[in-house]
T-cell receptor
Framework: DQQVKQNSPSLSVQEGRISILNCDYT??????FLWYKKYPAEGPTFLIS?????DKNEDGRFTVFLNKSAKHLSLHIVPSQPGDSAVYFC????????????FGKGTKLTVNP | GAGVSQTPSNKVTEKGKYVELRCDPI?????LYWYRQSLGQGPEFLIY????????DSGLPNDRFFAVRPEGSVSTLKIQRTERGDSAVYLC?????????????FGPGTRLTVL
């Protein structure tokens, strides 16, 4: 039973446009959310995170939005660049304790020049 | 500084054999995690160490899997009597959790293939 769901296995956008990656979760205990980027044959690289006390966090071209009532978060990349092409994983955790991450299955983003 | 390193990068073994996978976390990180990623899936939690002790091993699939971190730094994941279903990429991550940092930093993984 998946607690974190990324329903789009892939997304293709043009360079310069906005990329929007979506993530839904079912466990209301989750209070910290992270996005990771993964290139082939490498480990996931931390991108951006958000605590449940916020509804938006921005870092350069990357913005994460959290809608707690809908149990939904999204990652916006503006403008998208070819180097952003990778698999993006959404992850969630409960702060305190082990803080183990629960991951979605990932969305493969392709940014076309 | 140096990131998380994992050795070997690839391991091919035969069904029934014993394997050890090693993780060197970022220096000073007290929290260490092991995850397993199968094809087409996201990483799945296996075990968490805070210092030398396994504080949460709820993700270990069965008693063939065991992990240690004897000095609170390097960790070894041990798999006995390997099965073909154990084939996956095994990821290690570390975090300075005791400093209020919640992000985990991952190594490149060890790709295990059980023939």
């Amino acid at each position: 039973d998946q607690q974190v769901k990324q329903n789009s296995p892939s997304l293709s956008v043009q360079e310069g446009r906005i990329s929007i990656l979506n993530c839904d979760y079912t466990n209301s205990m989750f209070d910290y959310f992270l996005w990771y980027k993964k290139y082939p044959a490498e480990g996931p690289t931390f991108l951006i995170s958000i605590s449940s006390i916020k509804d938006k966090n921005e870092d350069g071209r990357f913005t994460v939005f959290l809608n707690k009532s809908a149990k939904h978060l999204s990652l916006h990349i503006v403008p998208s660049q070819p180097g952003d092409s990778a698999v993006y994983f959404c992850a969630a955790s409960v702060q305190g304790g082990s803080e183990k991450l629960v991951f979605g299955k990932g969305t493969k983003l392709t940014v076309n020049p | 500084g140096a990131g998380v390193s994992q050795t070997p990068s690839n391991k091919v073994t035969e069904k029934g054999k014993y394997v050890e996978l090693r993780c060197d976390p970022i220096s000073g990180h007290t929290a260490l995690y092991w995850y397993r990623q199968s094809l087409g899936q996201g990483p799945e939690f296996l075990i968490y160490f805070q210092g030398t002790g396994a504080a949460d091993d709820s993700g270990l699939p069965n008693d063939r899997f065991f992990a240690v971190r004897p000095e609170g730094s390097v960790s070894t994941l041990k798999i006995q009597r390997t099965e073909r279903g154990d084939s996956a990429v095994y990821l290690c991550a570390s975090s300075p959790l005791d400093r209020g940092v919640h992000e985990q930093f991952f190594g490149p993984g060890t790709r295990l293939t059980v023939l």
